[in-house]
């Protein structure tokens, strides 16, 4: 082994105790990433029955309100308006919960990723 090669061995060395350390440290001051599986599991279970229930309850508002011509008052179109907009947000506000659940610390993350381009 030439003293190169050793070089190159004690640079790699001390690059993964550094970003082991790095790790460590980030992990101290903001936790763990994401979720363990145990908690991600149940929650997801959680919100997919809470978005089918809401998506399908609304529907039926919606339905109730545009099928029945006694039903159509300044009110009412006000709950149809309130029952479009819950159903917006329980089919896109998927995606939302995802970046919360799984990606805890959005920052932290955007800046792995930048040290990681560099």
């Known amino acids: ?10 640079a790699e060395a001390t690059d993964a105790v550094t ?10 001051q903001l936790g763990v990433q994401t979720l363990p599986l145990p908690v ?9 029955l809470i978005s089918i229930t809401g998506v399908f309850g609304n529907s039926m508002v919606c339905m109730v309100i545009a099928r029945h011509p006694g ?8 709950l149809f308006s309130l029952a479009l ?10 995606y939302l919960a995802k970046f919360t659940l799984l990606e ?7 800046r792995d990723l930048a040290n990681d381009l560099v």
């Open 104 to 110: 805890i610390y959005k920052v932290a993350s955007q």
């Open 19 to 28: 970003n082991l350390a790095l790790k460590a440290f980030i992990e101290s």
């Open 1 to 10: 082994m030439n003293a190169l090669e050793a070089a190159a061995e004690a």
């Open 71 to 78: 039903m159509n008052t300044a009110t009412n179109y006000y």
């Open 40 to 48: 991600v599991v149940p929650l997801t279970v959680l919100f997919v």
């Open 85 to 94: 907009s819950d159903i917006t947000i329980l089919v896109f506000g998927k």
